[in-house]
């Protein structure tokens, strides 16, 4: 069974860093488009950031408006783990933030309908 795993969130002054990290059980990360998305109180969530299989020739990353320059997405094949380097802070940043799998692997693309396989989230929040 598939299980995600996400870690690194806490409190941050605004301008600071933190780094997130998705490991997962059951699922080999490297085979899959890995995103991370965030939801903050009565939002919709929204995808931050996404990353292509690390099998595809297509090596593709996408980042939200907001982060861009920013946030960086990586992988660590060697730890089959992904990444959400977070620099620049914003209380706006402030939401939980969940890693996802798309397991089908569907068409490259950063929307939360095409991920199926959802970590717990773990809260970043933003503040002075």
């Known amino acids: 069974q598939m299980q995600l795993v996400e870690s690194g969130g806490g409190l941050v002054q605004p301008g600071g860093s933190l780094r997130l990290s998705c490991a997962a059980s059951?699922?080999?990360?490297?085979?899959?488009?890995i995103g991370w998305f965030r939801q903050a109180p009565g939002k919709e969530r929204e995808g931050v950031s996404c990353?292509?299989?690390?099998?595809?020739?297509?090596?593709?990353?996408y980042y939200a408006d907001s982060v861009k320059g920013r946030f960086t997405i990586s992988r660590d094949s060697a730890k089959d783990t992904v990444y959400l380097q977070m620099n620049g802070l914003k209380p706006e940043d402030t939401a939980v933030y969940y890693c996802a799998v798309d397991s089908r692997s569907s068409n490259w693309g950063c929307g939360p309908w095409q991920y199926d396989y959802w970590g717990q989230g773990t809260q970043v929040t933003v503040s002075s």
């Open positions: 990353i292509s299989s690390a099998i595809s020739e297509s090596n593709n990353t």
């Open positions: 059951g699922v080999t990360l490297d085979y899959h488009n």
